[in-house]
């Protein structure tokens, strides 16, 4: 964890706030397109995309920035944290790469399908032609919620693993504390999606993406305050 490194931690702090900005920009998004509810088939899931495909087309596109945008930070938590402890932070870096990647390109690949397939439905110009687009949709229906809840528990479980070194690390018990009961209400909220009756894990499942967002943004302030100092150990500018 030496100097050699600022420019990374420098880079991942700026890229950690805008990743948290993004998920509460998500969150809006979500709760916008979903404000009459969850559809409960794959036709009314193509009729609500189809009525609001710009969002629809935004909101998983700025997941999938917010991913890439994650992955320069992820590497730049686990040279930080792994002084504090290797283990956790090689084994919540891991974790929390395989979500990035996961999430690209399987829930949001997914997700972004089933716009498309909203798109042709909704230009359908007779039944047998809309079914056929409704058949197409129904396995990527099928699967978005167990695809959702991956999504979703498998960030927030190495998120939570980082938690461990953080506190004993420049980013401070605080934020360690605050990190790890996020990522608990991300991991539990998870399953919302293949418990659709229970209310609080509806509710933890809408409350975490804001406010793990507002970790990462956390962490990427401290992440480039951390930068800054090391550039003052070598004599440099920040």
Known sequence: MGP???GLYRVGGVLSVI??????LATLGGATLYKSGYPSNATAYL????????????????????????????????????????TYALLGSLIAGLYLFYD?????????????????????????LRASYVAAATYGYAALPLQTVLSFGIGSVGWLLWCIPMAKSVFGPRTAFYGAIVNVIGIVGAF????????????LQFLAPPTIGIWF????????R???QLANMDGTTP
């Open 4 to 6: 050699s490194w600022k």
């Open 47 to 86: 009729q609500l995309v189809a009525q609001h495909q710009g969002l629809a087309n935004g909101l998983w596109s700025l997941w999938i920035i917010g991913d890439l945008l994650g992955i320069a930070p992820t590497v730049a938590m686990y040279l930080v944290l792994r002084r504090y402890n290797r």
């Open 217 to 224: 943004i956390v962490i990427g302030f401290q992440l480039y």
């Open 226 to 228: 951390h930068s800054g």
């Open 19 to 24: 990743t948290g900005i993004s998920g509460l």
């Open 104 to 128: 690209m390109s399987v829930t949001e690949l997914n997700s972004l399908t089933l716009v498309s397939l909203s798109q042709g439905y909704a230009s359908a110009t007779t039944d047998a």
């Open 192 to 203: 919302a999606p293949i418990v659709p009756s229970s209310f609080i894990l509806g509710i």
